[in-house]
């Protein structure tokens, strides 16, 4: 501990009590100490953590499905625990849930708690089976949203407009496409037009991204509000110009015109049947590695970081805190563009108002992640097993539960993940306020017993 | 003699820390006692558990040879214990009676309405009684900082206070108001008052107490009577080791000139003018001092200059070219290095290990960058080698900035400015909060570049520190400087009276009337 420690624990630990007496001292000493741990946990035990929330989520999820089974009627009992009988059975849920979402792996006699050795996957199971390449075809949209976030969260931006960003890369890029689309044909196609699709995916998306950019480091404008409001601008623009001007005539539903037969992603190992291609993952994978090049290794990615965590200190440091902001805002954004793009080109071939939620479960994904772009890709595996084994569930006959209770289970285990993360973040910019409020003493401990904690939690 | 209060082998903890270790200590009835110690000695932390913020885990509390257990300020304060934080818990807008009585107001009218005139009597006798000199019709904000102080302690009066605790009381004030601060300490003691005052100013224990007590790491490591002890011993107790108190300064050898500032006008965020018209110069191998109390524009002075501020009006110029529209990285490469006054928020990323803390600043410049991209092994390396020259302890560059002392990240910060080998330094309170080991190697550190060169230009609110280093002095009041003046010439009381704001020997050359506060406050005496 150092010098400083004395005092600093008791600055922290005191907060409102040195005013009013020492009522509630001691707990909020308590959530101090519990939001300091998590801050100092190292990557490993956050990832203990996380597998923790997990457990304790299913065990939770568990629960609640045993109730709502009790509640619900049914012709004959799912399962039967301490003779009553229950509508649904947790176990086969949340087996649907994990293992649906990778095509059933396990091998039925393989049983080892009770000595059952045989081979541990099923026979006849292989990773290019539809239900996983459902799974990774979310995961990879979702590696590319996760990412778009986490880079903005890097530079102390919150960009909530990732959705946004990316309706209009993936407009622009099938728009670019199918203009382009007479000059190609065939392996020219993939080639020449893919590439081109994806630039100008990134191109829109990184412009459209710097308009709140530019908007907060010129303007002093909240990202928070220009971002959310610049989703619907983007979604309703979208949806006017396909409904007006690039209507497919021959289609009663408001989408683009098809791109042309070769604008895919070779789907390699997989079937042409299914929407996943590795070498679609294989290049998002690439993208992650060098956001991450990009944080840690160049003077520019250091720039980035240190304005997300001091502003103050970049600028000491001769960082441009206005183009530092524009410059991550437009990454971000034609991250989101790149994943507009890839969403279009593996899923439907055409582009079609109305997107879900990839840019808002990105935010989720990134925060799961510790915002950390190597942490992104197994945050969006996750969230792409509970998509895909959500849908195995709704279809597997001998479970019969609403989906509206998969999506509790579901919500309930990003929540338990999610939370260790987000109380990190919090702690950390409770640390921060806290320092700043010991400086402003001279750095002579506790002398001022409503300091910057209090400040701190009025902030967030 | 009796025994006011008696802390009796008080132990605190904290996770991770004792902040006091099984600490006696016993105040004589109707003296003064100074509780000196470094930084996170555990010195407030003792003073809480006598005010009742704190509950201690092991020892007695006892006032007037009765034990006692304080859960809340307010126990305390019935036992007639008073406590003045360093920060002022005062309201702005009401006066001086109101703020003295405020929740314990005299009523009338059965107790449904304040009787103001029953207010103002009481702290008018309060005032006579102790020879204040504080207006109790006046609002606080009108009020200067040394008469809140005295607002402050009236509190504790009107509560019935017997025993003081003032928590470094002298660090906002000028050196004629911590002379009025000490007499109000005589008076109140010749009254039968008891006073605690909480200090790591040696000169100040030495002089206003009558018994000293040391704390260093939580532990009471000795008390002497003030007029049996020396600067040197005290020192020595607080560091634990010995400890060279002046400054071994050879004489300046100035060169040509390397930093030039020429009319700098700074508005801050409001608007308002807080640096007028400032002119300076630094040559090569001196350095500038400028002495102010804080809050007379010196910051805002200091961020025009290092380029984090635009000031509205001024030209500066760095080694004879024009900086005054260069970018702040543009001056770092230019050879200007900054120990900014805030280490915590501007000087180290304290989520950043020391490795990349080393970079700060440098993060574009070769040999840690190349063509936009960053070399970490000889980021290692330079942080290894400042870590290693400058004492940074622990020493490991894997350290996160924020788990280091305060000392110990003020050297790393000077390490690092001064790595960049350069030609100007500004130094802000490069040692506010610095312990007295640290302090003295950052001094050294500073003279050493000056001998090999460098311009430095010094700001610092204590006076023994910009006088001992300076070979110049410039004195900073409301945004001017009052005079530039040879340290080695002057007294403290004319650093004092410039510093309030008033030229020595009624000579005013200034034709606006000043702004009252500083000025009712030197002639208060």
């Known amino acids: 501990m150092s010098d400083d420690g004395n005092d600093t624990t008791p600055d922290g630990s005191q907060g409102n009590g040195g005013i009013d007496g020492t009522d509630g001292t001691d707990w909020r000493g308590r959530g101090r100490s519990v939001l300091d741990r998590l801050v100092e946990a190292s990557v490993f035990e956050r990832v203990l953590i996380s597998l923790a929330a997990l457990v304790l989520s299913i065990a939770i999820g568990v629960v609640i499905i045993l109730a709502a089974g009790r509640t619900a009627t049914c012709e004959s009992a799912a399962t039967t625990y301490f003779g009553v009988g229950f509508c649904y059975d947790p176990f086969r849920v949340y087996d649907r849930l994990f293992l649906g979402a990778l095509g059933n792996p396990i091998n039925p006699l393989f049983d080892p708690l009770h000595g059952q050795f045989a081979a541990p996957f099923r026979e006849g199971w292989t990773p290019f089976n539809p239900r996983l390449a459902d799974t990774m075809t979310e995961t990879t949209i979702l590696v590319l949203t996760g990412l778009s976030v986490a880079v903005a969260f890097k530079a102390g931006i919150f960009n909530i407009g990732t959705q946004g960003q990316m309706v209009v890369g993936g407009l622009a890029s099938t728009l670019a496409m199918l203009a382009l689309a007479p000059l190609f044909s065939g392996v020219t196609a993939t080639l020449v037009l893919l590439p081109i699709g994806l630039l100008v995916g990134a191109l829109f998306g990184g412009l459209y991204g710097a308009i709140p950019g530019a908007l907060k480091a010129y303007a002093d404008a909240n990202e928070v509000i220009t971002t959310i409001m610049l989703n619907f601008v983007a979604s309703l623009v979208a949806l006017y110009l396909v409904r007006e001007q690039f209507q497919d005539p021959d289609s009663f539903s408001t989408k683009t015109n098809d791109l042309p037969a070769g604008v895919e992603f070779p789907k390699l190992v997989y079937a042409p049947s299914d929407e996943f291609s590795v070498l679609a993952f294989v290049f998002v994978l690439l993208l992650t590695g060098a956001t991450y090049y990009v944080l840690r290794y160049t003077s520019f990615g250091y720039d980035l970081r240190t304005s997300g965590l001091q502003p103050d200190a970049a600028e000491y440091g001769g960082v441009d805190a206005a183009k530092t902001i524009v410059a991550s805002m437009t990454i971000s954004g034609a991250l989101a563009g790149v994943a507009g793009t890839v969403y279009v080109v593996l899923l439907y071939g055409y582009f079609q108002p109305g997107l879900p939620a990839y840019g808002f479960d990105g935010i989720t994904v990134s925060i799961l992640a510790g915002n950390n772009p190597l942490g992104v890709v197994p945050a969006a595996f996750l969230f792409g097993v509970l998509k895909s084994g959500a849908i195995s569930i709704q279809t597997d006959p001998n479970v019969d539960i609403p989906i509206q209770l998969v999506g509790v289970l579901r919500g309930l285990i990003i929540l338990f993940v999610a939370m260790p993360e987000f109380f990190r973040l919090i702690g950390k910019r409770a640390n921060d306020l806290g320092g700043r409020s010991r400086d402003r003493t001279g750095g002579s401990g506790p002398v001022r017993s409503d300091g910057g904690v209090l400040g701190g939690e009025g902030d967030e | ?525």
Request: charge should be negative; charged fraction near 30%.
């Open chain 2, 1 to 525: 003699m009796t025994t006011a209060v008696h802390l009796d082998g008080i132990t605190k903890r904290f996770p991770g820390v004792v902040a006091n270790d099984d600490v006696d200590l016993p105040v004589e009835r109707g003296t003064v006692h100074a509780l000196l110690g470094e930084n996170g000695a555990g010195k407030t932390t003792l003073m809480n558990v006598l005010y009742g913020l704190y509950s201690a885990d092991e020892g007695r509390v006892i006032v007037d040879d009765v034990e006692r257990h304080f859960d809340t300020p307010r126990d305390a304060i019935d036992a007639g214990i008073g406590m003045i934080h360093q920060h002022f818990m005062l309201v702005d807008p009401m006066t001086v009676a109101e703020n003295v009585t405020l929740g314990s107001e005299p009523r009338k009218w059965g107790g449904l309405a304040v009787d103001r005139d029953a207010a103002t009597r009481s702290v008018e006798d309060l005032c006579d009684r102790y020879g204040f000199d504080v207006p109790p019709e006046a609002r606080i904000e009108d009020v200067s900082v040394g008469v809140q102080q005295r607002v402050e302690i009236l509190k504790a009066l009107y509560r019935g206070a017997d025993t003081l605790i003032l928590d470094e009381p002298t660090a906002v004030l000028t050196p004629q108001e911590v002379e009025d601060l000490f007499e109000v300490f005589d008076e109140l003691t010749d009254q039968g008052k008891t006073i605690i005052f909480i200090t790591h100013k040696l000169g100040e224990a030495m002089h206003a107490a009558d018994e000293i007590t040391v704390l260093r790491d939580g532990q009471n490591v000795g008390t002497v009577p003030a007029d049996e002890t020396t600067r040197e011993q005290l020192a020595e107790l607080m560091v634990g080791r010995e400890v060279l108190l002046e400054v071994e300064k050879t004489p300046a050898d100035p060169g040509d000139e390397v930093f030039a500032a020429d009319g700098v006008t700074v508005r801050d965020e409001r608007g308002i003018e807080v640096v007028s018209d400032v002119s300076l110069s630094v040559r090569e191998g001196e350095v500038l001092g400028i002495a102010g109390v804080d809050g007379n524009g010196q910051s805002e002075l200091v961020e025009a200059l290092t380029g984090l501020r635009d000031p509205t009006s001024g030209r500066l110029s760095l080694a004879g070219d024009d900086v005054s529209e260069h970018s702040r990285r543009r001056r770092i490469e230019a050879g200007m290095a900054y120990i900014p006054e805030d280490r915590h928020e501007q000087g180290l990323v304290m989520d950043f290990d020391l490795v990349e803390n080393g970079l700060l600043g440098s993060q574009h410049s070769p040999p840690y960058a190349r063509r936009g991209r960053l070399s970490w092994n000889d980021a290692r390396r330079h942080a290894e080698a400042i870590i290693d020259e400058y004492d940074v302890r622990p020493p490991n560059a894997d350290a996160r900035a924020g788990s280091l002392s305060g000392g110990n990240q003020q050297k790393f910060i000077v390490g690092r400015e001064f790595a960049r080998d350069p030609r100007f330094v500004v130094a802000m309170h490069p040692t506010r909060g610095v312990d007295i080991g640290s302090t003295e190697f950052i001094h050294e550190q500073l003279l050493g570049l000056r001998d090999r060169g460098a311009g430095v230009l010094l700001v610092s609110s204590q006076l023994d520190e910009v006088r001992g280093l300076s070979d110049r002095l410039a004195v900073m009041h409301d945004g001017e400087f009052m005079a530039v003046v040879d340290p080695a010439e002057v007294t403290e009381e004319e650093i004092g009276l410039l510093m309030a704001g008033e030229r020595p020997g009624g000579v005013d050359e200034d034709a606006e009337p000043e702004p009252s506060t500083a000025q009712a406050d030197g002639g208060e005496r």
